[in-house]
């Protein structure tokens, strides 16, 4: 739930958590891309699982 000031996040534990919102605080919403918009040097956030080798199964890729 959420109003103009705060934002109650549900957490996966059941809990919840109340963040404050600022005039300052960024809201962003991401679309479907493909792996043609990965470039060089663009910064990313993977979230995936560690294989034995280092290497990581990429789940979800987040352009930043």
Do not use: M, Y
């Amino acid at each position: 739930s959420h109003d103009s000031n705060t934002l109650t996040v549900k957490l996966r534990d059941g809990g919840s958590k109340l963040v404050l919102l600022a005039t300052s605080t960024e809201i962003n919403k991401s679309t479907t891309g493909s792996v043609a918009d990965l470039t060089p040097g663009q910064e990313v956030t993977v979230i995936g699982s560690a294989n034995s080798d280092g290497s990581v199964n990429g789940q979800i890729i987040q352009v930043r």
